[in-house]
């Protein structure tokens, strides 16, 4: 069994009550509040600037230039493509670039962010691959499953974002990154596995809670 299959059967029931938040449900149907999606829409760019650092430690711990040039092509579409999405967004609501970048973190999106920074970081490749891999497959399969309903992908204010996320490019993205998480982990001993299934669903809770805190607008309990 490749260790994608794995992870896959692991993930299924998070997965599920991701798919299942209210959050995604009303991005789909186009009826969440315009202001919790305000607030995810800023985190999200804070979360994104950490997330294409990983690309760039990627790119220095890959072992051959191929796998560096893919690197190197996430960090460039993280920063040009998908972050263009949130600017376009921010035009809307009325923040510049500066704003987004200047916004402070809540503690869902700092303990996400440095969470994967540090296995990044400290880990190898494979560590790092296991951490930012449930961010690109999860938002993915919501994008394709949200991308099914009727007329979702052409909503005047959420079908842009629908249609991010369930496009080809952002779709190899995710492959890419499932195909060498399993080149990498072959032949590999039980317990080097157990550990990156560990940091992968570790992520992919904490791609659950960042729904919850965006829905709950949630910043610091104690400055409120
Ligand atoms: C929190 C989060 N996870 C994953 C993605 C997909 O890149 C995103 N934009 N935000």
């Not at 230039?65 to 690197?71: A, I, L, Q, S």
């Not at 920063?79 to 600017?87: A, D, G, I, V």
């Not at 009727?150 to 909503?155: D, F, I, N, Q, T």
Request: hydrophobic share 40%; net charge negative.
């Amino acid at each position: 069994m490749k260790f994608s299959e794995r992870l896959h059967e692991k993930l299924l029931p998070i997965w599920r009550k991701n798919h299942d938040h209210p959050f995604v449900q009303e991005i789909g149907n186009g009826t969440l509040d315009k202001e919790k999606f305000r607030f995810y829409m800023i985190q999200d760019y804070l979360y994104l600037i950490e997330y294409a650092k990983l690309f760039a430690i990627g790119a220095a711990k890959a072992k051959d230039v191929e796998t560096m040039g893919k690197f190197a092509a996430m960090l460039d579409s993280t920063l040009n493509e998908e972050m263009s999405l949130h600017r376009q967004y921010g035009e809307k609501f009325g923040i510049t670039p500066k704003e987004f970048e200047e916004a402070a973190p809540s503690p869902t999106t700092l303990a996400y962010t440095h969470y994967m920074l540090h296995v990044g970081q400290n880990g190898t490749l494979a560590d790092l691959v296991a951490a930012l891999l449930p961010c690109a497959w999860s938002y993915w399969e919501i994008g394709k499953e949200l991308s099914q309903i009727p007329g979702a992908s052409e909503h005047e204010f959420y079908g842009e974002w629908i249609k991010m996320y369930s496009s080809e490019e952002f779709g190899q993205v995710a492959q890419w990154c499932i195909d060498l998480l399993d080149e990498l982990t072959e032949e590999k001993p039980e317990e080097e596995l157990a550990h990156l299934e560990e940091i992968f669903l570790n992520t992919t809770r904490f791609e659950y809670m960042f729904w919850e805190m965006s829905y709950n607008q949630a910043m610091w309990p104690t400055d409120e």
